[in-house]
């Protein structure tokens, strides 16, 4: 089976950085995914790491440690628009994304 | 518009009743999965469709069931509803079996609402 594991909740303030940690456990491990929810929408793709290190997109970056089955996701610049649930997912060999809680972040001005 | 159509996206029944939620996958997309997401227990994989067939299964009850049809849209059923049935219910998409790379594409979702 699968076990990820990232914060319920985070605050940070307007221009900020924040860093979402995510940590898992699995076998036949596939890639991390990292989405975006706002409350009632549906989940939208920020990023995708298979191989250890940092992938950067504009202001959201995430890193991957396998070894380690640790990622988190950078947010930089924070935005009022960034106060989001922010969700880890794994994808496993055979089956289909296993999804944490998620974070729910709250921006502050 | 993200391409995956769900319908209906509200939905309010009865105890014991039956329901049908339907998705359209985005164009292009062989893959469709189903998931619903409860306050408490987050995002839940449901079920997964490949080109009409089962690929693989999560924690779905067995009051459930769903199928892929020849045109790709999918039909999540849902029986002898219960009021833990209430949540939101998701149905996303992806090119291939995989979903590598980009992930999958969620639909807007239709919420359930069991009184």
């Known amino acids: 089976g699968q076990n990820i594991d990232q914060p319920t909740e985070m605050t940070a303030t307007e221009g900020a950085i924040v860093q979402i940690n995510c940590t898992y456990q699995?076998?036949?491990?596939?890639?991390l995914f990292w989405y975006q929810q706002h409350a009632g929408e549906a989940p939208t793709f920020l990023s995708y790491?298979?191989?250890?290190g940092l992938e950067e997109k504009g202001r959201f970056s995430s890193f991957l440690s396998r070894s380690k089955g640790y990622s988190y996701l950078l947010l930089k610049e924070l935005q009022m628009k960034d106060s989001a649930s922010y969700l880890c997912?794994?994808?496993?060999?055979?089956?289909?994304?296993?999804f944490g809680k998620g974070t729910t972040l709250s921006v502050s001005s | 518009d993200s391409g995956v159509t769900q319908t209906p996206k509200h939905l309010i029944t009865a105890t014991g009743q039956r329901v049908t939620l339907r998705c359209s996958p985005r164009?292009?997309?062989?893959?469709v999965y189903w998931y619903q997401q409860s306050l408490d227990q987050g995002l839940q994989f449901l079920i997964q469709y490949y080109n009409g067939e089962e690929r693989a299964k999560g924690n779905i009850l067995e009051r459930f069931s769903a199928q892929q049809f020849p045109d790709l849209h999918s039909e999540l059923n849902l029986s002898s509803l219960e009021l833990g049935d209430s949540a939101l219910y998701f149905c996303a998409s992806s090119l291939n079996s995989a979903g590598a790379n980009y992930g999958y594409t969620f639909g807007s979702g239709t919420r359930l609402t069991v009184v």
């Open positions: 699995t076998s036949g491990f596939n890639g």
């Open positions: 790491n298979v191989l250890d």
């Open positions: 164009s292009g997309d062989l893959s």
């Open positions: 997912a794994v994808h496993q060999a055979g089956t289909a994304l296993i």
